[in-house]
């Protein structure tokens, strides 16, 4: 890439010829309602020079990085905006030598001009040895002491601890005037109402947090592309009135005369809706089978596209993996009369995906009716069974259908549905029906397939009495069911071990808050809850309780580590760890997914339960599953703890020789059996409950009698 002379690195032009491949598009007439797109400066289109300065310090004195490395970093940078520009932008680096600073690595770190002030003193040594600032375009300073990753917005001036390619990439896309890649949070399981954005929560994007070596695939977004010039307005397709239009995956090589890469609907109010589909994600089931919505800038967006999440909550709030509009599914806006529904995706040749735009309101639409077809005994691992969606719709309106098969995997837009599972499980098959104006009806079957030894809860969601469909029920941070219409929901495939169920619907509030349920050897059912209006959504904290786990050991003098993760579709204000026996330490903040952390010192001798809440800032509490210690003398310790196939306890523990020592076990930390009694022979012993009875919960503790 680069040839050396003279200590310098000087391109040998090959970017340059890169850029002559492929000469600029001429730019059609602006299309209505499009933002304009930048004038061609020299900022978002041609070739760029960018200095590259590596320093070291007077404390630190070793280079960052060596010559080579930092040459792959600037190969992967420079790959990247010629990919992403369609070849209307490159990058031109040049590598000076390592230059040591003036000032120490403490001194930066203390100055209040920070790592403005490390740039001005590392431009002033490149000029000193003939590379002065006004030559370049861009400049990058590497050091690999502080400061991390950041770059100015709008302007140069770009700063690195280190050769992260995708990290370079992103704040490089700052100095282009790109805002960071967020996700909007609708509060109370809301898609595009009231919230707030996440910021760097679209990780389809490299202007979201770096993930090292993904930024072949994590293209800017599409509305970027057009703020940038890269995507110009001929490829950028306004929809005006209902219709079925054809979007190509715009992080495709080129673009191709007469094909639309982006759709742009524009509401009543004026903001607006802007749609891609990507092509590289094809590991994830969502995004491969449909396409990504954004809000549109606005003012008070900072000039941020926030990507609109179709199935809010259905994992962490900053996972967005699931985020697409997938096939034979609708997003409505109806206070805005915007129905989109996709339809069906290329499967060879150019990557496309159709979708069926309906504009208008439909006061009358009456949603469709919808049953599922499928076996109703188990079914044998690898065997090809059939899947049918019984359909009317009683305005006549057309259909669309979506499948997810509970594996990961996702089904096309259609009616019937061939499907294998290779492995055994108790599958939960999800089927909604569409009628692409707002209308909608959802069933779900449960398949078993093999013998997996895996359990189910269920319950119903009413309102007055009546069914609500379509409401979520989260078991776990990635584990989610959903109502049927007739309120019915089934959670499949639950290992033993205890459970909280959170419901969830748009401009819903529900009692109980949440349940809470122990799985042992069967089967639970009856887990309901009533559902209420509201016009204020919002869900109530979900709280983990991570630390410390449930029957933790402690030896004399006990400090327990306490740590939740909580989660929020506002703020949390508030983090509590108490217990009955004193404990009683909080944390303050604005958080919205964090991990919360405390330590409960000199913890005595004895039993004890800690329960943590969190508290929101509308006032909701959420409450994590209780977490029971047990603090004992510190002559003996609990090495590990496993259950056989069998259900045999087995126990290793650690103690002085010559100690006599107790087991005891207890189903609820009240009441205590002796199991054995022994003398230490040596310093390690294996103890055995043969007694324990299937999945039941017990608890141990291993008391010393008397010491050596």
Same mark, same amino acid.
């Given at each position: 890439?680069?040839?050396?002379?003279?200590?310098?690195?000087?391109?040998?032009?090959?970017?340059?010829?890169? @850029?002559?491949?492929?000469? +600029?598009? /001429?730019?059609?007439?602006?299309? *209505? &309602?499009? !933002?304009? $797109? =930048?004038p061609?400066? #020299?900022?978002? @289109?041609?070739?760029?020079? +960018?200095? /590259?300065?590596?320093?070291?310090? *007077? &404390?630190? !004195?070793? $280079? =960052?990085?060596?010559? #080579?490395?930092t @040459?792959?970093?600037?190969?992967d940078v420079?790959?990247?905006?010629?990919?992403?520009?369609?070849?209307?932008?490159?990058?031109?680096?040049?590598?000076?030598?390592?230059?040591?600073?003036?000032?120490?690595?403490?001194?930066?770190?203390?100055d209040?001009?920070?790592?403005?002030?490390?740039?001005?003193?590392?431009?002033?040594?490149?000029?000193?040895a003939?590379?002065?600032?006004?030559?370049?375009?861009?400049?990058?300073?590497?050091?690999?002491?502080?400061?991390?990753?950041?770059?100015?917005?709008?302007?140069?001036?770009?700063?690195?601890?280190?050769?992260d390619?995708?990290?370079?990439?992103?704040?490089?896309?700052?100095?282009?005037?790109?805002?960071?890649?967020?996700?909007?949070?609708?509060?109370?399981?809301t898609?595009?109402?009231?919230?707030?954005?996440?910021?760097?929560?679209?990780?389809?994007?490299?202007?979201?947090?770096?993930l090292?070596?993904?930024?072949?695939?994590?293209?800017?977004?599409?509305a970027?592309?057009?703020?940038?010039?890269?995507?110009?307005?001929?490829?950028?397709?306004?929809?005006?009135?209902s219709?079925?239009?054809?979007?190509?995956?715009?992080?495709?090589?080129?673009?191709?005369s007469?094909n639309?890469?982006?759709?742009?609907?524009?509401?009543?109010?004026?903001?607006?809706?802007?749609?891609?589909?990507?092509?590289?994600?094809?590991?994830?089931?969502?995004?491969?089978?449909?396409?990504?919505?954004?809000?549109g800038?606005?003012?008070?967006?900072?000039?941020?596209?926030?990507?609109?999440?179709?199935?809010?909550?259905?994992?962490?709030?900053?996972?967005?993996?699931?985020?697409?509009?997938?096939?034979?599914?609708?997003?409505?806006?109806?206070?805005?009369?915007?129905?989109?529904?996709?339809?069906?995706?290329?499967?060879?040749?150019?990557?496309?995906?159709?979708?069926?735009?309906?504009?208008?309101?439909?006061?009358?639409?009456?949603?469709?009716?919808?049953?599922?077809?499928?076996?109703?005994?188990?079914?044998?691992?690898?065997?090809?069974?059939?899947l049918?969606?019984?359909?009317?719709?009683?305005?006549?309106?057309?259909?669309?259908?979506?499948?997810?098969?509970?594996?990961?995997?996702?089904?096309?837009?259609r009616?019937?549905?061939?499907?294998?599972?290779?492995?055994p499980?108790?599958?939960?098959?999800?089927?909604?029906?569409?009628?692409?104006?707002?209308?909608?009806?959802?069933?779900?079957?449960?398949?078993?397939v093999?013998?997996?030894?895996?359990?189910?809860?269920?319950?119903?969601?009413?309102?007055?009495?009546?069914?609500?469909?379509?409401?979520?029920?989260?078991?776990?941070?990635?584990?989610?069911?959903y109502?049927?219409?007739?309120?019915?929901?089934?959670?499949?495939?639950?290992?033993?071990?205890?459970?909280?169920?959170?419901?969830?619907?748009?401009?819903?509030?529900?009692?109980?808050?949440?349940?809470t349920?122990?799985?042992?050897?069967?089967?639970?059912?009856?887990?309901?809850?009533?559902?209420t209006?509201?016009?204020?959504?919002?869900?109530?904290?979900?709280?983990?309780?991570?630390?410390?786990?449930?029957?933790?050991?402690?030896?004399?003098?006990?400090?327990?580590?306490?740590?939740?993760?909580?989660?929020?579709?506002?703020?949390?204000?508030?983090?509590?760890?108490?217990?009955?026996?004193?404990?009683?330490v909080?944390?303050?903040?604005?958080?919205?997914?964090a991990?919360?952390?405390?330590?409960?010192?000199?913890?005595?001798q004895?039993?004890?339960?800690?329960?943590?809440?969190?508290?929101d800032?509308?006032g909701?509490?959420?409450?994590?599953?209780?977490?029971?210690?047990?603090?004992?003398?510190?002559?003996?310790?609990?090495?590990?703890?496993?259950?056989?196939?069998?259900?045999?306890?087995?126990?290793?523990?650690?103690?002085?020789?010559?100690a006599?020592?107790?087991?005891?076990?207890?189903p609820?930390?009240?009441?205590?059996?002796?199991?054995?009694?022994?003398?230490?022979?040596?310093?390690?012993?294996?103890?055995?409950?043969?007694?324990?009875?299937?999945?039941?919960?017990?608890?141990?503790?291993?008391?010393?009698?008397?010491?050596?």
């Amino acid at each position: 890439m680069c040839a050396w002379l003279g200590g310098l690195a000087l391109l040998l032009g090959l970017w340059f010829a890169w @850029l002559q491949d492929a000469p +600029l598009p /001429v730019r059609a007439a602006q299309t *209505p &309602d499009l !933002p304009p $797109p =930048p004038p061609a400066n #020299a900022w978002t @289109l041609g070739a760029k020079r +960018l200095l /590259v300065i590596r320093v070291a310090f *007077p &404390d630190a !004195p070793a $280079p =960052p990085a060596s010559e #080579a490395d930092t @040459l792959a970093m600037l190969e992967d940078v420079c790959e990247f905006y010629l990919a992403n520009s369609y070849r209307q932008f490159s990058l031109e680096p040049v590598l000076t030598p390592v230059f040591t600073l003036p000032r120490t690595v403490q001194d930066y770190g203390n100055d209040p001009g920070q790592r403005h002030t490390l740039r001005t003193d590392a431009i002033a040594a490149a000029l000193a040895a003939g590379f002065p600032e006004e030559a370049y375009d861009l400049d990058l300073v590497v050091n690999g002491q502080l400061f991390g990753y950041k770059g100015q917005v709008g302007g140069r001036g770009c700063w690195a601890q280190g050769l992260d390619s995708d990290a370079i990439i992103h704040e490089l896309g700052h100095n282009l005037g790109l805002s960071h890649a967020n996700l909007w949070i609708g509060r109370g399981d809301t898609v595009i109402g009231p919230g707030r954005m996440l910021g760097y929560g679209n990780r389809f994007d490299t202007m979201s947090l770096a993930l090292p070596g993904t930024w072949p695939r994590r293209h800017f977004n599409a509305a970027h592309k057009s703020r940038l010039g890269w995507l110009p307005p001929e490829h950028v397709h306004s929809v005006q009135s209902s219709g079925t239009y054809r979007l190509y995956a715009f992080d495709a090589a080129s673009l191709e005369s007469g094909n639309h890469y982006a759709l742009v609907l524009t509401r009543s109010d004026g903001r607006q809706y802007w749609i891609e589909r990507r092509s590289l994600f094809t590991n994830n089931p969502s995004a491969d089978n449909g396409a990504l919505i954004y809000f549109g800038a606005w003012p008070e967006s900072y000039g941020a596209c926030p990507l609109l999440d179709m199935t809010p909550n259905s994992h962490w709030e900053d996972d967005s993996s699931d985020a697409a509009l997938v096939l034979g599914r609708t997003f409505s806006d109806p206070e805005h009369g915007i129905h989109v529904t996709t339809l069906a995706r290329s499967s060879m040749g150019p990557d496309w995906i159709d979708l069926r735009v309906e504009i208008g309101s439909f006061p009358s639409n009456r949603p469709p009716v919808l049953s599922l077809e499928g076996p109703t005994e188990p079914i044998t691992p690898g065997s090809q069974i059939a899947l049918r969606a019984v359909t009317q719709d009683p305005d006549g309106d057309p259909l669309s259908v979506s499948w997810d098969f509970g594996d990961g995997t996702l089904g096309d837009d259609r009616k019937t549905i061939q499907k294998t599972w290779p492995a055994p499980g108790d599958y939960m098959v999800r089927c909604v029906v569409t009628d692409r104006r707002g209308g909608t009806s959802c069933a779900s079957l449960a398949v078993l397939v093999g013998q997996p030894g895996t359990l189910r809860v269920s319950g119903r969601i009413t309102f007055q009495g009546s069914a609500v469909a379509g409401a979520r029920v989260s078991l776990g941070p990635d584990r989610v069911t959903y109502t049927d219409a007739d309120g019915r929901y089934t959670a499949t495939g639950l290992a033993p071990g205890t459970y909280q169920l959170h419901p969830g619907l748009a401009w819903n509030a529900f009692s109980p808050l949440s349940r809470t349920i122990t799985l042992t050897d069967s089967n639970v059912a009856g887990l309901d809850f009533d559902a209420t209006w509201t016009d204020t959504p919002n869900n109530p904290p979900y709280v983990v309780t991570q630390s410390p786990s449930p029957s933790s050991l402690f030896g004399m003098p006990a400090t327990v580590p306490l740590q939740a993760w909580v989660h929020d579709d506002g703020l949390v204000r508030r983090v509590e760890f108490t217990s009955p026996d004193g404990l009683g330490v909080y944390g303050m903040g604005n958080g919205v997914v964090a991990v919360w952390s405390n330590v409960w010192t000199d913890v005595p001798q004895g039993n004890h339960m800690i329960r943590v809440q969190a508290f929101d800032d509308d006032g909701a509490v959420g409450t994590g599953l209780p977490a029971f210690i047990s603090v004992m003398d510190t002559a003996v310790r609990l090495d590990s703890l496993a259950r056989d196939s069998e259900g045999v306890v087995t126990l290793v523990t650690t103690a002085p020789q010559g100690a006599v020592l107790a087991l005891e076990a207890s189903p609820d930390l009240a009441a205590w059996q002796t199991l054995e009694q022994r003398t230490n022979e040596t310093s390690v012993a294996s103890w055995q409950d043969a007694a324990a009875v299937g999945r039941q919960r017990r608890f141990y503790r291993v008391r010393v009698e008397s010491g050596p």
